[in-house]
C-alpha cells in the first residue's frame, strides 16, 4: 500500500478547492509580503526560476514577466486543482511549466538560477530531504529566495480569528507538534538555519518582515467570507453544526466591523524572508 502525504492528501481536498475559487482574495491577503519576496528574488531577463508552491499560478505570472520569453519558469505544486489552475492561466506564455508533483521527488536538471516560493515551503514532511531535492535543480550559485510565516501568535490573521472562533467550538483542536508540517511548520528560525545548512546552502539570511494581511476588498461581508472559506476558522467552522456555524460567522462579523477602516480590513501578519545560495 502506498502511503500519502498527508498533507498532499489535504490540499487535494477541500483546501485546494477553496484556495482555487478565493484566489483573487489570497492574492490580496498576501500582497505585501508576496512583493517583498519579489523585490529579493530580483528576477533578470532570460533567467530559469522555479517556483515551488505556485498554488494557482500568479507568482508564475509575475516571474514570467520578470524573466521574458528568453528565460524559462517551472512551477511546482502538490495540489491538482492548483496546479491545473495555474496551467489554465499560464498556458499562453511559453516559458512556463507547470508540474504537478511532490517538491520531495521531483527531477529538475541542474540548470536553474533561483529557487523562490511564496509560503509553499512548510508541508514538507522531511524538509531536508526536499530542499536537498530542490537544490539539485539550482546551478553552482544560484539563488534561494522565500517565505514562511513566523509564530500563529505574531500572526494576527490566525491569532485573532481564532479567538473569534474557539468559544464557540466544543472541542478545541490539540496544538500541532512543534515544526511539524503545517502554515507554522518553519517558524522557527533556528530550525529555518537548521533545515537549509543541512540542505547544502550556504550565506543564509532570514529577515524578520512585518506587513498587513489583507482581509478580502469588499469591507465586511467579503473579510467574512474569506475568513469562513480560508485559514483558521474555515477547517474549523466546516465541521460545527449550522447553529455554530451561524454563531462563528455573526462573531467574525463583529469582530470585523471593530477593525475596519471603510472597506479595507487588515490583520497583522509576520513572516521570515529567508535568502540563501546554493
Given at each position: 500500500?502506498?502511503?500519502?502525504?498527508?498533507?498532499?492528501?489535504?490540499?487535494?481536498?477541500?483546501?485546494?478547492?477553496?484556495?482555487?475559487?478565493?484566489?483573487?482574495?489570497?492574492?490580496?491577503?498576501?500582497?505585501?509580503?508576496?512583493?517583498?519576496?519579489?523585490?529579493?528574488?530580483?528576477?533578470?531577463?532570460?533567467?530559469?526560476?522555479?517556483?515551488?508552491?505556485?498554488?494557482?499560478?500568479?507568482?508564475?505570472?509575475?516571474?514570467?514577466?520578470?524573466?521574458?520569453?528568453?528565460?524559462?519558469?517551472?512551477?511546482?505544486?502538490?495540489?491538482?486543482?492548483?496546479?491545473?489552475?495555474?496551467?489554465?492561466?499560464?498556458?499562453?506564455?511559453?516559458?512556463?511549466?507547470?508540474?504537478?508533483?511532490?517538491?520531495?521527488?521531483?527531477?529538475?536538471?541542474?540548470?536553474?538560477?533561483?529557487?523562490?516560493?511564496?509560503?509553499?515551503?512548510?508541508?514538507?514532511?522531511?524538509?531536508?530531504?526536499?530542499?536537498?531535492?530542490?537544490?539539485?535543480?539550482?546551478?553552482?550559485?544560484?539563488?534561494?529566495?522565500?517565505?514562511?510565516?513566523?509564530?500563529?501568535?505574531?500572526?494576527?490573521w490566525h491569532a485573532d480569528l481564532m479567538s473569534?472562533?474557539?468559544?464557540?467550538?466544543?472541542?478545541?483542536?490539540?496544538?500541532?507538534?512543534?515544526?511539524?508540517?503545517?502554515?507554522?511548520?518553519?517558524?522557527?528560525?533556528?530550525?529555518?538555519?537548521?533545515?537549509?545548512?543541512?540542505?547544502?546552502?550556504?550565506?543564509?539570511?532570514?529577515?524578520?518582515?512585518?506587513?498587513?494581511?489583507?482581509?478580502?476588498?469588499?469591507?465586511?461581508?467579503?473579510?467574512?467570507?474569506?475568513?469562513?472559506?480560508?485559514?483558521?476558522?474555515?477547517?474549523?467552522?466546516?465541521?460545527?453544526?449550522?447553529?455554530?456555524?451561524?454563531?462563528?460567522?455573526?462573531?467574525?462579523?463583529?469582530?470585523?466591523?471593530?477593525?475596519?477602516?471603510?472597506?479595507?480590513?487588515?490583520?497583522?501578519?509576520?513572516?521570515?524572508?529567508?535568502?540563501?545560495?546554493?
Amino acid at each position: 500500500m502506498t502511503n500519502i502525504d498527508p498533507q498532499i492528501e489535504l490540499w487535494n481536498g477541500n483546501s485546494g478547492e477553496r484556495w482555487v475559487r478565493y484566489r483573487d482574495e489570497t492574492d490580496l491577503a498576501f500582497g505585501v509580503l508576496s512583493a517583498s519576496a519579489m523585490v529579493r528574488l530580483n528576477a533578470q531577463t532570460g533567467e530559469r526560476v522555479i517556483d515551488v508552491g505556485c498554488g494557482a499560478g500568479t507568482t508564475l505570472l509575475e516571474i514570467a514577466k520578470a524573466v521574458g520569453p528568453a528565460g524559462h519558469v517551472v512551477g511546482i505544486d502538490a495540489c491538482d486543482k492548483l496546479a491545473r489552475c495555474a496551467q489554465l492561466r499560464t498556458a499562453h506564455i511559453p516559458q512556463v511549466q507547470v508540474l504537478c508533483g511532490d517538491a520531495t521527488q521531483v527531477e529538475l536538471p541542474p540548470s536553474y538560477d533561483a529557487l523562490f516560493s511564496r509560503f509553499g515551503m512548510m508541508f514538507f514532511a522531511s524538509p531536508i530531504t526536499a530542499f536537498r531535492n530542490l537544490r539539485n535543480g539550482l546551478r553552482p550559485g544560484g539563488r534561494l529566495v522565500f517565505t514562511v510565516w513566523q509564530a500563529a501568535n505574531k500572526n494576527g490573521w490566525h491569532a485573532d480569528l481564532m479567538s473569534v472562533v474557539l468559544p464557540h467550538v466544543s472541542e478545541t483542536p490539540a496544538p500541532s507538534p512543534p515544526r511539524a508540517p503545517g502554515t507554522f511548520a518553519m517558524s522557527e528560525r533556528l530550525y529555518l538555519e537548521e533545515i537549509l545548512s543541512a540542505s547544502g546552502f550556504r550565506d543564509t539570511l532570514i529577515e524578520d518582515v512585518r506587513e498587513p494581511v489583507q482581509m478580502g476588498s469588499g469591507g465586511v461581508a467579503a473579510a467574512v467570507e474569506f475568513a469562513l472559506h480560508v485559514g483558521p476558522a474555515a477547517s474549523l467552522t466546516e465541521k460545527q453544526t449550522p447553529e455554530t456555524q451561524q454563531a462563528i460567522r455573526a462573531g467574525l462579523t463583529e469582530f470585523f466591523s471593530g477593525v475596519a477602516c471603510g472597506e479595507n480590513i487588515s490583520l497583522p501578519g509576520a513572516a521570515w524572508l529567508v535568502s540563501a545560495v546554493a
